[in-house]
């Protein structure tokens, strides 16, 4: 399957830079695979495509202030570092800019030395396993040296970083925000569980398959970056009685759906409390097991995320459907707007 059958043509102007004053403002594009059929809402109204007895799965993964600007202490040389994943005690893998000049042995400080990285291994794409010393504790210090990582796409400023979290973030790790969750305010979420909806939380660290593109023809034989994912004993009993009841599992984000398609791929179409990594790469003929339907913003052209939901909808569907978005003039990516997919190919 060629990488450019996902590709589509978006208006720079498109792309959002800012989130929304309101979480809940955004605008919903409800999309019906069975029917092909495309319709134009405001986010509150997804309440009204949710029924008693279905589950809405969140990921509550908050993210950490990940990219610090610091330099080498041999030369003074600028080096921008971003977090991607605790490896073990104060050893993270991280992507660094520019990369040729962080060497094994290198040392860059952050802070006016505040905190100290020496470069122990190096990694391809740019990566570099950074092993870091400092004093107190170390998310203290990075809540204070460490910048929220927006994606390259973005370019303005964010005045406030709580704005790159969901409102439900909890548990730290991740190196960019889980975007289709940024909708939902307290109150929306208090009036989904009025309705009789469940709302229930897992985890998945969003890591380095976030910012790496698809860089083969041949989607098959792109490689996935694992990232750590986790699902509670309650989470599993809950998903796996909604289902047993009819009721259908949403997935709020890729994030939730990958964790989700990942567990249930592993027990036969069922949900345990569980904890690992996952690779997996959904593309089109993926048959489902874990969900119904996915919540999602708008994603980049010929990227991992808008195969997956070319898997759930059908491509030719989804390419259609994001035709008209750019037609209606829809914001795209992280603080755009949302699409709702229901039932695709779930079976």
Known sequence: MDVNQFDFTLPEELIAQTPLRERSASRLLVVDPKVEKISHQQFPSIID????????????????????????????????????????????????KPAKRVKVGTTVTFGDGRLRGV??????????????????????????????????????????????????????????APTAGLHFTEQLLKEIEEKGVHITYITLHVGLGTFRPVSVENIEEHDMHAEFYQMTEGTAQLLNQVKRDGG????????????????????????????????????????????????TNFHLPKSTLMMLVSALAGREFILKAYEEAVRERYRFFSFGDAMLILEGSYK
Not at 66 to 86: H, I, S
Not at 149 to 171: C, G
């Open 248 to 295: 259908q599992i949403i997935a709020v984000g890729t994030t939730s759906a990958r964790t989700l398609e990942t567990i249930a791929r592993d027990n036969e179409g069922t949900f345990k409390e569980s904890s690992g990594w996952t690779d997996i790469f959904i593309f089109p003929g993926y048959h489902f097991q874990g969900i119904h339907g996915m919540i």
């Open 119 to 176: 470069c122990v291994e190096e990694l391809e794409h740019g990566g570099r396993v950074i092993e870091f010393s400092y004093e107190g504790i170390f998310h203290e210090v990075l809540d204070q040296l460490g910048e929220m990582p927006l994606p390259p796409y973005i370019t303005e400023q964010l005045d406030d970083k709580e704005r790159y979290q969901t409102v439900f973030a909890k548990h730290r790790g991740s190196a960019a």
């Open 49 to 96: 495509y949710l029924n008693p007895g279905d589950c809405l799965v969140l990921n509550d993964t908050r993210v950490l202030p990940a990219r610090l600007y610091g330099m080498k202490e041999e030369t003074g040389a600028k080096v921008e570092t971003l977090l991607l994943k605790q490896l073990e005690n104060d050893r993270w893998e991280t992507l660094v």
